[in-house]
């Protein structure tokens, strides 16, 4: 079946070390972040990344780990984060941000599919990329990033850079990059295993859109 997720994140810079640390799940912030983003969110069970990085629709995972300190980290797992333009994230994610980077992850091994985007902690869009091996590059706004491979000339125009981009590969190498996990062909570079960042999974309703910083 290939590997799937489709993540965000939330954080200061130090997800990699938090993630690294062995984190416990502060419950009461995690509850609160879910209920702030769906209605009628009720708990589950416990999981782990590992497991639940791609839910089933009307489910999300997630966990809030050092809360009210400057190493918060959240990490959430929802099909409403799976978005062929990243860029088009719902506004409601942004205003959850509270001052942190937020990260969007989404990656399809199967359909060759992979999609990343990064807002800084004002939730103005720095990067947003996304392309299927079928249908070449489908989006791509901002300058590229360090860990992207424009193929073996840097700085190639967006329509040449097609031939070289590979989609499962940069959304990997952007989550073992920026947050310190992989999934798949990165994993080795990372020191963290998905199945060892636990999560909540939670039946939820409606995102609650419309929500203002």
Not at 47 to 70: E, I, K, Y
Not at 93 to 115: D, E, H, I, K
Not at 147 to 157: A, I, M, S, V
Request: with cysteine; aromatic share 8%; charged share 20%.
């Amino acid at each position: 079946m290939g590997t799937t997720y489709s993540l965000l994140t939330y954080d200061h810079g130090g997800a990699p070390m938090v993630f690294g640390a062995e984190p416990q799940i502060d419950v009461a912030a995690t509850d609160q972040m879910v209920d702030s983003l769906f209605t009628g969110a009720r708990f589950v069970e416990e999981s782990d990344l590992g497991g639940h990085a791609c839910p089933d629709p009307w489910m999300v995972g997630a966990a809030v780990f050092a809360a009210g300190t400057p190493d918060e980290v959240a990490v959430l797992a929802s099909e409403e984060v799976a978005l062929d333009r990243p860029s088009e994230l719902d506004q409601t994610f942004l205003v959850a941000a509270r001052g942190r980077t937020t990260r969007l992850f989404t990656m399809s091994s199967r359909a060759a599919f992979g999609a990343f985007a990064a807002w800084d902690a004002t939730g103005t869009l720095q990067r947003a990329v996304s392309a299927c091996g079928a249908d070449g590059i489908l989006e791509d706004l901002g300058a590229p990033l360090a860990f992207e491979d424009t193929g073996p000339d840097k700085g190639e125009e967006s329509a040449t850079r097609r031939d070289f981009l590979d989609p499962v590969g940069l959304v990997e190498r952007a989550l073992a990059t920026t947050v310190g996990f992989a999934y798949g062909r990165e994993n080795n570079c990372s020191a963290v295993s998905p199945g060892d960042i636990p999560i909540r999974l939670y039946r939820v309703g409606e995102l609650r859109t419309g929500m203002r910083g």
